[in-house]
């Protein structure tokens, strides 16, 4: 019996071994690999396992649900023609990478002599995109005990960009994890790039610039002079009762220049009746009856 099984064992051994040699078997050094645009990057597609003289070599690019071809019948396609080759036996090297490679790719082989005649590995690519120079908005002038915000972003670099903030060239740190600024009104959000004080000191007065950063490297832009003044609340209740008199002595001067009477209207009335002009040709004379016109007699015609 135990003879038996010895032998059935060995037997499960032996058409293992067959069916593993009669078989293609992928792997890769890298399934998720990275690199810094425009350098140059591969993905290793290694035959471990293959009987099959010549095989089927395919390389597809998946994107945003879209399949297209990148290797097929031995020539690179698509939109790395050119910027693309093989390495024997089946890895992709990409010469110049740019962000529009970032995508999944599939390499597959095909070995129609093995009993196992298919295998395919599937590895994900990231090209980083270093930083642009960040832009910047810094407020010239802000009264003392105001609120003031700080805005710095950038939309190219990938991975997404982390911010940092910096005052006269010291970085501004966390007042929640920093006993330094432990005392600062501010509220760094280092993902967004905002950087927000709810009341304003004399101390936070000085140059301000902001750092854009990620794996592939780090843009920042030019210091802005960010001014605290006081708020000169005397002078403005000066100002304002200015104001008000000025418009009290306006008001005035309109009231007594009407009582004398600058703004009234003539009106017409009968001292002021006018008789009509003359008419060619024509005269009138007035009788003692009221009304009673007659008319002279040197009408020419």
Not at 8 to 17: D, E
Not at 177 to 184: E, G, P, V
Not at 257 to 269: I, L, N
Request: aromatic share 8%.
């Amino acid at each position: 019996m135990a003879l038996m099984r010895l032998a059935c064992l060995l037997a499960l051994l032996s058409i293992q071994c067959y069916v593993s040699i009669l078989a293609v078997v992928l792997k890769t050094a890298n399934s998720s690999p990275w690199a810094n645009e425009f350098e140059s990057t591969e993905l290793s597609c290694q035959i471990e396992s293959i009987s099959t003289t010549a095989p089927r070599i395919e390389w597809k690019k998946i994107k945003n649900g879209i399949t297209s071809y990148v290797y097929f019948e031995n020539k690179i396609s698509g939109d790395l023609a050119n910027r693309a080759k093989i390495r024997e036996p089946a890895t992709l090297v990409i010469l110049n990478a740019t962000r529009l490679d970032t995508a999944s790719y599939r390499c597959e082989v095909t070995a129609p002599e093995d009993v196992r005649n298919f295998d395919e590995i599937l590895i994900s690519l990231a090209i980083r995109v270093k930083p642009v120079i960040p832009r910047c908005t810094v407020p010239t002038s802000v009264p003392v005990g105001k609120s003031a915000e700080l805005t710095c972003v950038e939309n190219e670099g990938f991975p997404k960009s982390q911010y940092q903030w910096f005052r006269n060239k010291e970085e501004l740190r966390d007042p929640k994890s920093s006993t330094k600024f432990s005392n600062s009104s501010y509220v760094l959000n280092s993902e967004t790039g905002v950087l927000k004080f709810s009341a304003v000191r004399k101390e936070d007065a000085g140059q301000y610039y902001c750092k854009a950063k990620n794996e592939a490297g780090v843009a920042e832009c030019n210091p802005q002079m960010m001014e605290v003044y006081d708020l000169n609340v005397v002078g403005i209740v000066l100002g304002v009762l200015v104001v008000v008199v000025v418009l009290l002595f306006i008001i005035v001067g309109i009231c007594c220049a009407y009582r004398r009477g600058f703004f009234a209207v003539e009106k017409q009335t009968g001292s002021n009746y006018k008789a009509p002009g003359k008419t060619d040709g024509v005269d009138y004379i007035r009788t003692d009856d009221e009304g009673d016109f007659k008319h002279k007699s040197s009408f020419v015609i």
